[in-house]
């Protein structure tokens, strides 16, 4: 077997581009695939697509394989938990194997408080959940989300999104009570300044502006940011930015 990558028909190949027009023709194209790759199986740190080209990946599933593809200790996990149950609703029942995954996350979670789990399909189920355990638990409606960010798709989720038009055109209305505030970009900041003697001025900005002329701050819930902006350019925050916003 070949050690590395290995093209023997350009891609997309025959094959591929028969389910590339299949999946036109079955499946809602509501989101944008990046290249006409069509995956047939993969193995520790390679992918094989449909006409056999062999490729070094560096996606991962958009960083959820970190255990490669074929690992043989996660599929004898998963084989021997299909042999015993697949599903019987969890929300309305019990199983001691969703008790000890909660256990060990717990365990190793670098959360030094009472912790408990919340299991979620997706980074947009999870973001819905947070939008709800914040408003419930602090009585407050308000929440403060950035430019340039992307939580996800579903309604609250997309809501908070704020990295290009087309995921929002067409949608509104969206949830209210959640405002938009500029993201720490330095190399283009949005207030033109300069990183170096700044002082980190978009804080401040929310602090003088945001919340003393329109979002009254014993109104506000939560801030949801993310540390290294996806979606929005791969911007990461200066170090010192989220320990103002706290401080603040």
Partial sequence: MEKGPKIIIEPPGPRAKQIIERDKNSVMQSFSRWYPLVVDKGDGVFIYDVDGNKYLDFNAGIAVNALGYSNKRLQEAITNQTQKLIHYSFTDFLYESTVRLAEKLIEISPINKDVKIFFGNSGAEANEAMMKVARWSTRR???????GSFHGRTYGAMSLTASRPVQRRFFGPFVPNIEHVPFPYCYRCPFGLNPENCDLFCVDY???????KFVPPEETALFIAEAIQGEGGYIPAPEAYFKKLKKF
């Avoid at 409606?141 to 430019?147: D, G, M, P, Y």
């Avoid at 929310?206 to 003393?212: L, M, P």
Wanted: no cysteine.
């Fill in 206 to 212: 929310i602090e003088e502006q945001v919340f003393q």
């Fill in 141 to 147: 409606q308000n929440i403060i989300a950035f430019i």
